[in-house]
């Protein structure tokens, strides 16, 4: 548990202190907030981190989504403005006679619209917390000499604030920028947004659907204690992502007090972003594998290449933004719904009128803050019962996960010969990147060529002051 963690939540960690026979019962709203869940590791399968028998890491690729930041500026615009401007003309409730909203009185608000999209200084303790853990993790590995990062500010200060982490001796690492750009088709960071066949507002149409559905009571709820404030789904929505805006904010927030929203109702607030997910960017969209393949594609060849490739890394980290990673995995088969061998429609695993609190695909587990998928080749040797050699497996927030069917080695990973063939056939799945997406150029890029592409220079040296700037 990362030191933080602890001063967020004493009121959850009391609550939880009363042991029986039974085991208590424990809920922490901050893991089931989707996209505004602070850094956490849900350890989901809770399979050990830990490399298998005899395999030690040797190369490493990264991609993390930017840390935390103050807001969103959709979720602002949406939700947390309309909800903070209701709350400041209603001045004629007395809000401190009623327990469950009482701090309403004297609470303000944590954002505004200058804030939009910066990251929080916890944000960059966690990105700077990132680098710390990955060089506990791989002590055998050389530090990088670069580190990738889409160009958005946040994107940028993360990838900084790792650097600062890695960095033992001032302007070592170099960060290189890649512009978030409408017209790079597959080679950059954000492919989504040089994708016309994707849209950024898909899903929206059915996870409302499931939040008019958990949000009614709710709303009948919070409007026989305070009528004239007239709560919508909208309202019940922005007050719940403020429980983790704030929390990345201030540390902690009232607004995840389990007295004013159940535990039940938490896990609905994180199956309607799960439903958005799915459609969005998830095994819903027939264009997520097409976006999210050439990274996989460059990340597997950059670690099944030969150990002397020009201005080979040991380690690569890059950072992006939480609709990339989901892509990627469904373009490596992991966080399927339908899997194992699963038949039939795969968007019946998520209904619209019920939680299936079985399914794989959570967000919460896949992008908080900082989010990260890692894919390691390790080598193994004495690995009792397995050949010795290159093996590979991937991580998603430090939990190993199998590829499904790729599994001929130690632990969950997989030999070089079989990650090969998953990787081709992956590639046959979701090739033809301008084509699927509908890119009118014929020229754009088909891959990925930035950790490769001698062009693409040594970026820009971080130095020290760069981490709070
Ligand atoms: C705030 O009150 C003013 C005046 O009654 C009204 O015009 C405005 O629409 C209200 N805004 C919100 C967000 O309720
Ligand atoms: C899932 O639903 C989406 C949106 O309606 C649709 O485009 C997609 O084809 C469906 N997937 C399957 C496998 O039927
Ligand atoms: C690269 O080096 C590792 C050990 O450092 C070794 O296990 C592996 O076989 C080498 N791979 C290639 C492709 O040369
Ligand atoms: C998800 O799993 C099902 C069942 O195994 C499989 O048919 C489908 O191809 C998988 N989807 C992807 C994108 O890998
Ligand atoms: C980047 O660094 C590598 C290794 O230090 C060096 O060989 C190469 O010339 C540099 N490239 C540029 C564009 O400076």
């Given at each position: 548990?990362?030191?933080?963690?602890?001063?967020?939540?004493?009121?959850?960690?009391?609550?939880?202190?009363?042991a029986?026979f039974?085991?208590?019962?424990?809920?922490?709203?901050?893991?089931?907030?989707?996209?505004?869940?602070?850094y956490?590791?849900?350890?989901d399968?809770?399979?050990?981190?830990?490399?298998?028998?005899?395999?030690?890491?040797?190369r490493?690729?990264?991609l993390?989504?930017?840390?935390?930041?103050?807001?969103?500026?959709?979720?602002?615009?949406?939700?947390i403005?309309?909800?903070?401007?209701k709350?400041?003309n209603?001045?004629?409730?007395?809000w401190?006679?009623?327990?469950?909203l009482?701090?309403l009185?004297?609470?303000?608000?944590?954002?505004s619209?200058?804030?939009?999209?910066?990251?929080?200084?916890?944000?960059k303790l966690?990105?700077t917390?990132?680098?710390?853990?990955?060089?506990?993790?791989?002590?055998g590995?050389k530090?990088?000499?670069?580190?990738?990062?889409?160009?958005?500010?946040?994107?940028?200060?993360?990838?900084?604030?790792?650097?600062?982490?890695?960095?033992?001796?001032?302007?070592?690492?170099g960060?290189?920028?890649?512009?978030?750009?409408?017209t790079?088709?597959?080679?950059?960071?954000?492919?989504?947004?040089?994708?016309p066949?994707y849209?950024?507002?898909?899903?929206?149409?059915?996870?409302?659907?499931?939040?008019?559905?958990?949000?009614?009571?709710?709303?009948?709820?919070?409007?026989?204690?305070?009528?004239s404030?007239?709560f919508?789904?909208?309202d019940?929505?922005?007050?719940?992502?403020?429980?983790?805006?704030e929390?990345?904010i201030?540390?902690?927030?009232?607004?995840?007090?389990?007295?004013l929203f159940?535990?039940?109702?938490?896990?609905?607030?994180?199956y309607?972003?799960?439903?958005?997910?799915?459609?969005?960017?998830?095994y819903?969209?027939?264009?997520s594998?097409?976006?999210?393949?050439?990274?996989?594609?460059?990340?597997?060849?950059?670690?099944?290449?030969?150990?002397?490739?020009?201005?080979a890394?040991?380690?690569?980290v890059?950072?992006?933004?939480?609709?990339l990673?989901?892509?990627?995995?469904?373009?490596?088969?992991?966080?399927?719904?339908?899997?194992?061998?699963?038949?039939?429609?795969?968007?019946?695993?998520?209904?619209?009128?019920?939680?299936?609190?079985?399914?794989a695909?959570?967000?919460?587990?896949?992008?908080?803050f900082?989010?990260?998928?890692?894919?390691?080749r390790?080598?193994c040797?004495?690995?009792?019962?397995?050949?010795?050699?290159?093996?590979?497996?991937?991580?998603?927030?430090?939990?190993?996960?199998?590829?499904?069917?790729?599994?001929?080695?130690?632990?969950?990973?997989c030999?070089?010969?079989s990650?090969?063939a998953?990787?081709?056939?992956?590639?046959?799945?979701?090739?033809?990147?301008?084509?699927?997406?509908?890119?009118?150029?014929?020229?754009?890029?088909?891959?990925?060529?930035?950790?490769?592409?001698?062009?693409?220079?040594?970026?820009?040296?971080v130095?020290?002051?760069?981490?709070?700037?």
């Amino acid at each position: 548990m990362s030191p933080f963690r602890l001063v967020l939540l004493p009121v959850f960690h009391l609550l939880t202190s009363i042991a029986g026979f039974t085991t208590a019962y424990r809920f922490d709203p901050l893991e089931h907030l989707g996209g505004v869940a602070p850094y956490f590791e849900p350890h989901d399968p809770p399979v050990s981190s830990a490399p298998p028998q005899g395999c030690t890491p040797v190369r490493a690729a990264y991609l993390s989504r930017h840390a935390a930041i103050y807001i969103n500026d959709f979720d602002y615009e949406e939700y947390i403005q309309p909800f903070i401007a209701k709350w400041q003309n209603h001045t004629a409730i007395d809000w401190s006679k009623i327990p469950s909203l009482s701090f309403l009185a004297r609470w303000t608000a944590p954002v505004s619209e200058a804030e939009e999209e910066l990251l929080t200084r916890m944000g960059k303790l966690e990105a700077t917390e990132l680098a710390i853990s990955l060089s506990f993790r791989y002590p055998g590995l050389k530090m990088p000499q670069r580190v990738w990062a889409s160009s958005a500010e946040r994107t940028v200060k993360s990838a900084q604030a790792l650097i600062r982490g890695f960095e033992l001796e001032e302007n070592t690492i170099g960060l290189v920028v890649i512009e978030e750009s409408k017209t790079t088709g597959a080679n950059s960071l954000t492919p989504y947004k040089s994708c016309p066949a994707y849209s950024p507002s898909t899903g929206s149409k059915q996870s409302s659907v499931f939040l008019k559905r958990f949000a009614k009571p709710i709303v009948a709820r919070l409007n026989a204690l305070a009528p004239s404030f007239d709560f919508t789904a909208d309202d019940v929505y922005g007050m719940m992502e403020l429980c983790g805006y704030e929390s990345v904010i201030r540390g902690s927030s009232p607004f995840c007090n389990l007295d004013l929203f159940s535990p039940d109702e938490w896990l609905a607030w994180e199956y309607t972003a799960d439903i958005m997910y799915h459609y969005n960017t998830g095994y819903g969209s027939s264009v997520s594998g097409v976006i999210g393949l050439p990274w996989f594609k460059a990340a597997a060849d950059l670690l099944m290449g030969s150990n002397d490739s020009t201005n080979a890394q040991d380690l690569y980290v890059s950072f992006t933004h939480r609709e990339l990673t989901p892509t990627v995995l469904v373009a490596m088969g992991l966080f399927n719904n339908s899997e194992p061998g699963g038949a039939g429609c795969v968007n019946k695993t998520m209904p619209l009128d019920q939680i299936n609190h079985r399914r794989a695909w959570k967000s919460s587990h896949i992008m908080p803050f900082m989010g990260n998928l890692a894919i390691e080749r390790l080598a193994c040797t004495g690995s009792y019962g397995f050949p010795d050699g290159d093996y590979y497996r991937a991580l998603v927030n430090n939990a190993p996960q199998q590829l499904p069917g790729c599994r001929d080695g130690p632990g969950t990973s997989c030999s070089h010969s079989s990650f090969d063939a998953y990787l081709q056939d992956r590639v046959s799945m979701f090739s033809g990147f301008s084509d699927k997406c509908g890119v009118a150029d014929d020229d754009a890029p088909e891959v990925l060529t930035i950790y490769t592409d001698p062009a693409v220079g040594n970026g820009t040296l971080v130095g020290k002051r760069s981490i709070w700037e």
